[in-house]
């Protein structure tokens, strides 16, 4: 079997174990559904409805008007009781439509029986998958019909399904490939029918074995699609790390995959276009990992949109001791949530609780000058450097450094024997850099 991988990056323990073995759960529909109007990157959509107004399970409640914008279905049928400001998983305020759910699940009229799939063109399959609001469901929430997009001068020969997940404690994409993988395969096949493209790769690493054979089998009704089985190692997942493992193309700095012929999205994706293509079902619902060492019963559930992190930690038995911290997404690229009112997203991958001897901030020292960080880095940048600066407030000079390409992995925060919150100095750099850009653009 060929272990691809990239260059850099570190081992991290991967506490895969809590959750990897149990079957996914089909969590009961809460009784209110908080469905936020911003699940993408780009503009927020517009409420689509009214507060008092009936929506069935699976008719748009929310449109955008840019480009770069992905609609938000209503994940049950029911009421629309009222339209309020929450917080959201990203750590923002946005505004959210919540629907009390009647329990009849009746479905919009949009969503149908099989339909035939062979006679779509690649034009009609980008506009199924913008109607049903998919979004690139590893985090980034890119909306996934602008990626298909055609691109003057530029064609696609790759698509690539990432089904690496190599942040610690998330194993949802692992159960969504042992337990749906000819939906996968499916939905790669209409992807690549999407953007003219006749070869596809599925990404898997080895510590996943169950996968890649599953994954293995299913694709053998598609010969252009095969699997790459890639080395564990922390962030293969990342995208332009995941098209060097698997093509040994580099994406040059600030390009898009599209410019070495590439298109990568999440396995969790290809399953939503599937839905979406062959039964007209919007993206209403999502595979969530829940696991951490405060979480009573870590376990894996398919989840409608819109549920409150709380209704998924009670089912999960509730915390165990005195709680840390409540992640969104992965410990390492997650982002820390400071409530659990906040309600499940396209983008939620897991949701970690961790208990507070875990989660402590240990004492910083000064750098030994290792150069662990900069062997560790996968964008192949000076962390230490590039933090001493961003310390100095030398943003210009971060800027010469290349602070920009940093995927803020936070490999070198991770690897650094100093403890030097170096992610966090880097971060407030390229924030700095990005205003100065907008200053000059502006003044332009
Ligand atoms: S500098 Fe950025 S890309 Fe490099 S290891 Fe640190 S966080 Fe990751
Ligand atoms: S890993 Fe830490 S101690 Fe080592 S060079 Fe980088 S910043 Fe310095």
Redesign the pocket.
């Known amino acids: 079997m060929r272990r691809a991988t990239f260059r ?1 990056g570190i081992h991290l323990p991967g506490y895969k174990e809590l959750t990897s073995n149990s079957a996914t759960v089909v969590l009961p529909v809460p009784d209110k559904l908080y469905i936020p109007l911003s699940q993408h990157i780009g503009a927020p959509c517009a409420p689509f409805v009214n507060v008092g107004e009936r929506v069935k399970k699976g008719q748009k409640i929310g449109v955008g008007k840019g480009f770069v914008s992905a609609p938000v279905h209503s994940s049950v049928s029911g009421t629309v009781t009222d339209i309020l400001i929450m917080e959201h998983p990203s750590g923002s305020f946005v505004p959210c439509i919540v629907v009390e759910n009647d329990r009849q699940e009746e479905w919009a009229e949009s969503v149908k029986s099989a339909t035939d799939t062979e006679i779509l063109s690649p034009e009609e399959l980008r506009s199924i998958i913008l109607n049903a609001g998919i979004v690139g469901m590893g985090g980034a929430t890119f909306p996934t019909h602008v990626k298909y997009s055609p691109v003057e001068g530029r064609q696609v020969d790759t698509v690539i399904l990432n089904g690496v997940e190599c942040e610690p404690y998330l194993t949802s994409d692992h159960r969504l490939m042992l337990e749906k993988p000819e939906q996968i395969i499916a939905g790669l096949g209409y992807i690549m029918k999407a953007v003219n493209c006749r070869k596809g790769l599925i990404g898997i690493e080895d510590n996943k074995p169950d996968a890649v054979e599953k994954m293995q089998n299913a694709a053998k009704a598609n010969p252009g699609i095969s699997v790459v089985v890639l080395k564990e190692k922390y ?1 293969q997942g990342s995208e332009k790390q995941l098209i060097y493992a698997c093509t040994g193309r580099h994406v040059p700095v600030g390009g898009l995959p599209i410019a070495v012929g590439v298109i990568v999205n999440n396995v969790a994706t290809a399953v939503a276009i599937t839905d979406a293509v062959e039964h007209g079902i919007p993206l209403i619902e999502r595979y969530v990992t829940v696991s951490g060492d405060g979480i009573v019963t870590p376990a894996n559930y398919l989840v409608r949109i819109g549920t409150l992190f709380n209704d998924l930690i009670l089912q999960s038995g509730g915390f165990t001791g005195e709680t840390e911290k409540i992640i969104a997404g992965g410990p390492m690229m997650g982002k820390t949530v400071f409530t659990s009112h906040i309600p499940v997203v396209k983008g939620t991958s897991g949701i970690l609780v961790m208990q507070k001897k875990t989660g402590k901030i240990s004492a910083e020292y000064p750098c030994v000058r290792c150069a662990k ?1 900069v062997d ?8 230490t450097s ?1 933090a001493k600066l961003a310390r100095r407030r030398l943003w210009k000079e971060t800027e010469d450094g290349d ?1 920009m ?9 991770f ?1 650094c024997p100093s403890q030097i919150p ?2 966090q100095h ?1 971060r407030r750099a390229k924030q700095a850099v990005l205003a100065a850009r907008t200053l000059t653009s502006a003044a332009q």
Not at 376 to 383: D, S
Not at 405 to 413: F, K, L, R, V
Request: include cysteine; charged fraction near 10%; charge should be negative.
């Open positions: 850099g962030p960080c560790a880095c996968p964008a192949f940048l000076e962390p590039l602070v390409s940093c995927i803020e992995c936070g490999s070198c925060a690897i170096l992610l880097i």
